[in-house]
C-alpha cells in the first residue's frame, strides 16, 4: 500500500464503500430531498409559470355584489346566490366613486346600486362605489324605448321642457301631449348629426351627443 506523509501526520486513502451502502445513501439523500419540497412553508419554482384562472365571478362573499354576483330585491339589498329564489338582478360592472364622476355603466343597465361597506366587517377594499345592474328577469327599463333606466340610449324617447331638460318616457306610451324625440344616433360632436336633428340630448360615454328627432306618430 502506498502511503506518504504531510505535515507530520500519517494519512491513508479511504477504503472503497461496497455498493450496497452507495445505493443506501443515494436513496437517502432523495428522501431527504422529497421530505423538502414537501415540508410546509416550503416554495416550488414551476418553470412552466402559473395557470391562468378560467374568467367569471368573484366568489360568493369575498367582494360585496361584484361582478357577475347576484343580488336581492326590497328596500334592503342583500348579496345572494345566483341560483337563489330570492335572486333579482346581477352586477354588470362595479366601480368605485359615484356614477356621475365614474366610469359609466353599460347600456343594458337597469338600474344602478349605491354600494357602501364600513366598519370592520367590510369584505373588500371596495367599500364605496356603485353596481350596475340588470333584472335577471324582464321587465328592462335599461333596454332602448323602454321609458326608464339610469341611462338614455340610441332607441329612446325623450320629452323636452323649457328649462333644456329631457325626461325619458316609453316610445310606446300614447299617453301625454309634450312633443317627443327619439334618440336616432350618438356623435361626439353636434355638427356630427344629420340636418334635420331637432333636438340634442346629452349622453355618457365616448359618444356624448346624442342626435334626436320629433316623433310624428303621437
Not at 366598519?119 to 340588470?134: D, F, I, P
Not at 360632436?189 to 344629420?194: F, G, K, L, P, Y
Not at 340636418?195 to 346624442?210: A, H, I, Y
Request: with cysteine; charged share 20%; aromatic share 4%.
Amino acid at each position: 500500500m502506498d502511503e506518504r506523509v504531510s505535515s507530520g501526520a500519517r494519512s491513508r486513502r479511504p477504503a472503497p464503500l461496497p455498493a450496497r451502502v452507495v445505493l443506501a445513501v443515494a436513496a437517502a439523500v432523495v428522501a431527504l430531498l422529497l421530505a423538502a419540497c414537501e415540508a410546509p412553508g416550503r416554495t416550488v419554482t414551476d418553470d412552466r409559470g402559473p395557470v391562468p384562472a378560467p374568467p367569471g365571478p368573484s366568489p360568493y362573499g369575498v367582494v360585496f355584489l361584484g361582478p357577475g354576483d347576484c343580488s336581492s330585491r326590497g328596500p334592503v339589498i342583500r348579496e345572494v346566490f345566483c341560483r337563489s329564489e330570492k335572486a333579482a338582478a346581477t352586477v354588470l360592472t362595479r366601480h368605485l366613486g359615484t356614477p356621475s364622476s365614474g366610469p359609466p355603466c353599460p347600456d343594458a343597465t337597469d338600474f344602478v346600486l349605491h354600494v357602501s361597506e364600513t366598519g370592520t366587517g367590510a369584505r373588500s377594499r371596495l367599500t364605496t362605489g356603485y353596481a350596475c345592474m340588470r333584472n335577471l328577469e324582464p321587465p328592462h327599463p335599461g333596454d332602448p324605448g323602454q321609458g326608464g333606466g339610469p341611462l338614455t340610449v340610441v332607441g329612446d324617447c325623450v320629452t323636452a321642457s323649457r328649462a333644456g331638460e329631457v325626461t325619458e318616457t316609453a316610445c310606446a306610451d300614447a299617453g301625454g301631449r309634450a312633443p317627443r324625440y327619439r334618440v336616432e344616433s350618438a356623435v361626439r360632436r353636434r355638427a356630427q348629426c344629420q340636418d334635420d336633428t331637432d333636438l340634442f340630448v346629452s349622453l355618457r360615454g365616448e359618444k356624448p351627443v346624442g342626435c334626436a328627432r320629433r316623433s310624428t306618430g303621437w
